[in-house]
């Protein structure tokens, strides 16, 4: 009960730092309407695009990431509590009253399934790794944009940091940050999905790891939507 709590505050966490981003986005479109540049298709001079037009693509895709969150909410919307360890339990409890209490529109219908679901998580997960992905995508974009063989955007320096020994250079190490943190994110996902795959209806100790993957995911995709908004 305290997961599915945990996870639906979170999920709602994500979805706010999904609408400043997209309203970042938004803001930066309108400013740049008539700002032209090349359309890519393989990396090659294709069309001339508004780039207005290029960002609200991702726009597009951020909007599907919050909508995921928000299709996990409908989902994870029962209360577990009262099915104890399987079967229920003998102390005389109204789990109407207490789903209506904690937030829940019903409580779950079946004790054994309660008890072994962990779809819960795997959706968080998996609605965290497309949304990382979506934003790998985007850092990629602007470090070849960025790029000396590109030279179509610039960033403020704070955003960028210095060589060791190469004073002239100003890398996209942020940007790079992001890029780098969706394996781990991707990874979080399958290891959950290794877990439950393998075990017979009702609890075992494996699923206690559910909660070590869901946390550093939700921390990583937060931190990195925080750092894409700036």
């Excluded at 001339?48 to 693509?57: D, G, W």
């Excluded at 790079?176 to 209806?201: A, D, H, Q, W």
Aim: charged share 25%; hydrophobic share 40%.
């Amino acid at each position: 009960t305290d997961f599915k709590l945990w996870v639906k505050d979170s999920s709602l966490v994500l979805i706010n730092e999904l609408n400043s981003l997209m309203k970042n986005l938004i803001n930066k479109a309108d400013k740049n309407v008539g700002t032209v540049m090349p359309g890519f298709t393989h990396l090659k001079n294709a069309q001339p695009v508004s780039f207005a037009h290029y960002l609200l693509a991702y726009y597009e895709m951020l909007k599907r990431d919050k909508q995921r969150f928000h299709n996990n909410l409908e989902l994870i919307n029962e209360s577990p509590l009262g099915v104890a360890a399987l079967s229920g339990t003998s102390y005389n409890i109204d789990r109407n009253f207490t789903s209506q209490k904690l937030g829940f529109k019903k409580p779950t219908n079946n004790s054994i399934d309660t008890v072994s679901d962990r779809d819960f998580a795997i959706d968080f997960l998996y609605a965290c790794a497309v949304c990382a992905m979506h934003l790998s995508r985007l850092a990629e974009d602007l470090i070849i944009l960025n790029s000396d063989a590109y030279q179509l955007i610039s960033f403020n320096d704070k955003m960028l940091t210095g060589s060791s020994i190469m004073p002239q250079k100003k890398n996209p190490d942020t940007l790079e940050f992001l890029r780098g943190k969706t394996g781990s994110i991707f990874g979080n996902l399958f290891s959950m999905l290794t877990i439950v795959k393998g075990l017979p209806i009702s609890y075992f100790k494996d699923l206690q790891d559910d909660k070590d993957l869901v946390f550093r995911s939700f921390d990583n995709l937060k931190n990195c939507l925080i750092i894409f908004d700036e």
